[in-house]
């Protein structure tokens, strides 16, 4: 479970983001609860437009952070935008402390806020694999999100208690201080990404679409960022549904965030068992959104605070399975190469459906009660649930076959077998390189930026081959992949390093 902290400069990065995290859970609580009640007689629908000013430059920003995070030292990227929020929280703290902020300032601050993080989470997410390698990118992942909730169960609690003791500004500055300990962490670490000479480099537009040309070749990535931006936008208004949910009960600050480190207690449970997996798997996703959505109708119907915060458990245990699964099956997956493109178009589509959904989320709390914020997002995580089975009954042709009582599970696995559960020795968790056939995809040389530790084939004529000796990307004949996103590369799922693969048919 926890195999990437032996790396040594992954530990230090895990560390240093753990503490960061808790200020920023922090912040995230405060910044909410002063909107709905310090600045605004408990309006919802403005939570929702801060929400959408923070989480709309991840859409639009997209095609310059995934750049960005492709063609720059992801280090020092982040050791810019680690200091740039920093500088934002406690500019913000100084508004609250003197009494000087108004509510065109919180929205100012979620914009700047939004462009930041833009690009700071792109390269974060991708600068896990420059710390730990291919092989162990799913695990770090894993944990990753496993800190980000350790930090949830933190930092909400501990924000709702200083809200009321020492006010809302100074949790703001709280959080400043806070990235200190990441901005150490980044100058201790080793690691350094060797960025291609500008030689290599192709021109700006080539390199901006070349993520958008490869996702639109993989379907099995267009299934998970269809499902990824149905939850994102009507299931993922935590700030929303839990302010109002606690205005309902009649609770105040305090138990507002312990609606959020109740939630993390699901979250966490949920990274920690993705740790443990081998692979990021994407039947995973689909039964996650399902959850999603089952869970957040049981939670629109309980009649209590406690009984509302017992399903939250669940509820969140659903959210973190399907991001941490998403996440990791897109980064092991992607080719290096466009490796930041594709992570910035996931995080967009993620991110990007927040100036959408919370809104109206907003809006449907104040006209039609706080409990409609969860029955939209039942029908949401529904939704995303029915396109995940589409894709798995239509593409993947899955089949169920009863034997008496005994159930059998087919798919389109190796060529010429079809359905037939007699002549079909693979199981859904047949890898890719099992599933192959025809040639695989080749792009420019100009459409891509080579990066350290890729397995990509340079031809002469200067053609890179996307799926690459390691066969880890599907191909024309397979852009979906197989049916649970297994893409080790053998028979039994194992690795000997990357690019090399054992028991491979």
């Known amino acids: 479970m926890f195999r990437s902290l032996s790396v040594r400069d992954y530990r230090i990065w895990f560390f240093g983001a753990l503490v960061s995290n808790i200020g920023a859970w922090m912040q995230a609580t405060t910044q909410s609860w002063v909107v709905l009640t310090e600045l605004t007689d408990t309006n919802a629908a403005a939570v929702g437009t801060t929400m959408a000013l923070q989480f709309g430059p991840q859409l639009l920003l997209v095609p310059f952070s995934g750049a960005v995070a492709d063609r720059f030292d992801r280090r020092r990227v982040l050791m810019v935008t680690q200091s740039l929020l920093m500088l934002l929280a406690a500019g913000l703290g100084l508004l609250l402390i003197t009494g000087q902020a108004e509510l065109w300032h919180l929205y100012g601050f979620a914009l700047a806020l939004g462009i930041v993080n833009a690009f700071d989470t792109t390269s974060r997410q991708a600068f896990v694999s420059d710390l730990v390698g291919h092989s162990q990118t799913s695990n770090a992942v894993a944990l990753n999100s496993a800190s980000f909730n350790s930090a949830r169960l933190v930092g909400p609690a501990v924000a709702g208690v200083l809200i009321a003791v020492i006010g809302s500004g100074w949790v703001f500055m709280i959080n400043a201080v806070s990235f200190l300990a990441v901005l150490g962490a980044l100058a201790m670490i080793r690691t350094r990404r060797i960025t291609p000479p500008s030689s290599q480099r192709e021109s700006q537009w080539r390199q901006l679409s070349a993520g958008f040309r490869y996702v639109r070749g993989r379907h099995d990535l267009l299934v998970i960022f269809s499902m990824v931006f149905l939850v994102g936008a009507f299931s993922m208004n935590f700030p929303v549904i839990s302010?109002?949910?606690?205005?309902?009960?009649?609770?105040?600050?305090?138990?507002?965030?312990?609606?959020?480190?109740?939630?993390?207690?699901?979250?966490?449970?949920?990274?920690?068992?993705?740790?443990?997996?081998?692979?990021?798997?994407?039947?995973?996703?689909?039964?996650?959104?399902?959850?999603?959505?089952?869970?957040?109708?049981?939670?629109?119907?309980?009649?209590?605070?406690?009984?509302?915060?017992?399903?939250?458990?669940?509820?969140?245990?659903?959210?973190?399975?399907?991001?941490?699964?998403?996440?990791?099956?897109?980064?092991?997956?992607?080719?290096?190469?466009?490796?930041?493109?594709?992570?910035?178009?996931?995080?967009?589509?993620?991110?990007?459906?927040?100036?959408?959904?919370?809104?109206?989320?907003?809006?449907?709390?104040?006209?039609?009660?706080?409990?409609?914020?969860?029955?939209?997002?039942?029908?949401?995580?529904?939704?995303?649930?029915?396109?995940?089975?589409?894709?798995?009954?239509?593409?993947?042709?899955?089949?169920?076959?009863?034997?008496?009582?005994?159930?059998?599970?087919?798919?389109?696995?190796?060529?010429?077998?079809?359905?037939?559960?007699?002549?079909?020795?693979?199981?859904?968790?047949?890898?890719?390189?099992?599933?192959?056939?025809?040639?695989?995809?080749?792009?420019?040389?100009?459409?891509?930026?080579?990066?350290?530790?890729?397995?990509?084939?340079?031809?002469?004529?200067?053609l890179i081959d996307v799926a690459g000796k390691s066969s880890r990307a599907p191909d024309e004949g397979d852009h979906d992949g197989d049916a649970d996103g297994d893409i080790d590369g053998d028979i039994d799922g194992d690795i000997d390093e990357p690019g090399k693969r054992r028991g491979a048919p």
Request: charged content about 15%; aromatic content about 6%.
């Open 243 to 462: 302010s109002t949910m606690s205005l309902e009960f009649g609770r105040g600050a305090s138990d507002y965030g312990l609606l959020s480190s109740v939630l993390a207690i699901g979250s966490l449970a949920g990274a920690l068992l993705a740790a443990r997996r081998p692979s990021a798997r994407m039947r995973v996703v689909i039964l996650a959104v399902g959850g999603i959505g089952i869970m957040s109708l049981i939670a629109a119907l309980m009649p209590s605070f406690w009984s509302f915060a017992v399903t939250l458990v669940f509820f969140g245990f659903a959210i973190s399975t399907m991001l941490t699964t998403a996440n990791g099956f897109v980064q092991t997956t992607a080719e290096p190469a466009v490796r930041g493109r594709v992570l910035a178009l996931y995080m967009a589509i993620l991110m990007g459906g927040t100036p959408i959904g919370a809104p109206l989320v907003g809006a449907a709390a104040d006209v039609l009660g706080p409990r409609s914020t969860l029955v939209i997002s039942a029908i949401a995580g529904l939704i995303a649930f029915g396109i995940g089975l589409t894709w798995l009954f239509s593409e993947r042709r899955l089949r169920f076959h009863r034997d008496g009582t005994h159930v059998r599970v087919t798919h389109a696995g190796r060529p010429g077998l079809d359905d037939d559960p007699g002549a079909q020795l693979e199981t859904l968790t047949a890898p890719i390189s099992v599933l192959r056939r025809g040639p695989a995809p080749i792009i420019g040389a100009g459409e891509s930026v080579p990066q350290e530790g890729s397995t990509e084939a340079i031809s002469i004529d200067g």
